[in-house]
């Protein structure tokens, strides 16, 4: 199975500012990282497909990147609503995995 | 949109065969992927099965040996069953669906059904 961790664990932000979160995979692969976003008592939320599409229905405040092991979701200027964890989820090989989330706190 | 709708006992008593049902509560599923995932504190995330719209299906490793998804002719509702349920199964079970075997990025989710495996 491939390994997905993400980093970091949490982390807090004041609005207005950028906020990257890292996932790196045991394995390379091309693009078939998807982020979600889930609040508490909610299924996850669809941000982002195929490394850097972005669902229609989100924000462009939204944006991803990366290939190979490595791959990160940056949000451009936070806002109250984002916080929430964010999972990040490879479907390159199955079975499919999830990273173990990264906590967002908005100060 | 569809909306999806997860239906399941709450509580199974340990050893016992668990059968949840997703009901496709709006709009059509599709001739797309339906998937079965959970959730809980200790494991995360995890990826459980799917079914195509063929009745072809994938199952992961983990839960192989345990699990069964199936769905009806109208493709309106979707079952799992996991046999022999210990304590570590006790979760949040979503289903999902995606448009893509390869690349699949979970769209549309239903809101989750909580079970509690207990004595």
């Known amino acids: 199975d491939i390994q997905m961790t993400q980093s970091p664990s949490s982390v807090s932000a004041s609005v207005g500012d950028r906020v990257t979160i890292s996932c790196r995979a045991s394995?390379?692969?091309?693009?078939?990282l998807a982020w979600y976003q889930q609040k508490p008592g909610k299924a996850p939320k669809l941000l982002l497909y195929?490394?850097?599409s972005l669902k229609s229905t989100v924000s462009s405040r939204f944006s991803g990147s990366g290939s190979g092991t490595d791959f990160r979701l940056t949000i451009s200027s936070v806002v109250p609503d984002d916080s929430a964890t964010y999972f990040c989820?490879?479907?390159?090989?199955?079975?499919?995995?999830f990273g173990q989330g990264t906590r967002l706190e908005i100060e | 949109q569809v909306q999806l709708q997860e239906s399941g006992p709450g509580l199974v008593k340990p050893s016992e065969t668990l059968s949840l049902t997703c009901t496709v509560s709006?709009?059509?599923?599709?001739?797309?992927?339906l998937s079965w995932l959970r959730q809980s504190p200790g494991k995360g995330l995890e990826w459980i099965a799917y079914?195509?719209?063929?009745?072809?299906?994938e199952y992961s490793p983990s839960f192989k040996s345990r699990v069964t998804i199936s769905q009806d002719t109208s493709r309106k509702h979707f079952s799992l069953t996991l046999t022999s349920v210990t304590a570590a199964d006790t979760a949040v079970y979503y289903c999902a669906r995606h448009y893509t075997h390869i690349g699949a990025a979970f769209h549309d989710w239903g809101q989750g059904t909580v079970i509690t495996v207990s004595s």
């Open positions: 989820q490879q479907a390159d090989t199955f079975p499919i995995t």
């Open positions: 709006s709009g059509s599923i599709g001739d797309y992927y």
């Open positions: 079914i195509f719209h063929t009745g072809s299906t």
């Open positions: 195929a490394a850097s």
């Open positions: 394995q390379s692969f091309t693009t078939w």
